[in-house]
């Protein structure tokens, strides 16, 4: 079975810090291309950054380029979210993603930045 473990979310100031942790199992991580998601109060849920499989290909969306580094170790089956600089327009429910078939969600970590 396929499980995805989102961590690390809390409650930031503005222009703070936080890593995030998606820890995997159930499926072989280290083939796989894994993506971060987020979802804000009464919108859509919107693509964040990607890490391919190997870990040497990233992508960013616009909005996050320059502040957050998406990063992956295969030998423990987690991707990371490094944030920085973070705003309150971040604030949102993070969610990994791995498309097998279909794609797979974890439970989310919620992420609230405010002073």
């Known amino acids: 079975e396929v499980q995805l473990v989102e961590s690390g979310g809390g409650l930031v100031q503005p222009g703070g810090s936080l890593r995030l942790s998606c820890t995997a199992s159930g499926f072989t991580f280290s083939g796989y291309d894994m993506t971060w998601y987020r979802q804000a109060p009464g919108k859509e849920r919107e693509y964040v950054a990607l890490i391919y499989s190997g870990g040497d290909i990233t992508n960013y969306a616009d909005s996050v380029k320059g502040r957050f580094t998406v990063s992956r170790d295969n030998a423990k089956s987690t991707v990371y979210l490094q944030m920085n600089a973070l705003k309150p327009e971040d604030t949102a429910v993070y969610y990994c993603?791995?498309?097998?078939?279909?794609?797979?969600w974890g439970q989310g970590t919620q992420v609230t930045v405010s002073s």
């Open positions: 993603s791995v498309r097998i078939r279909f794609n797979r």
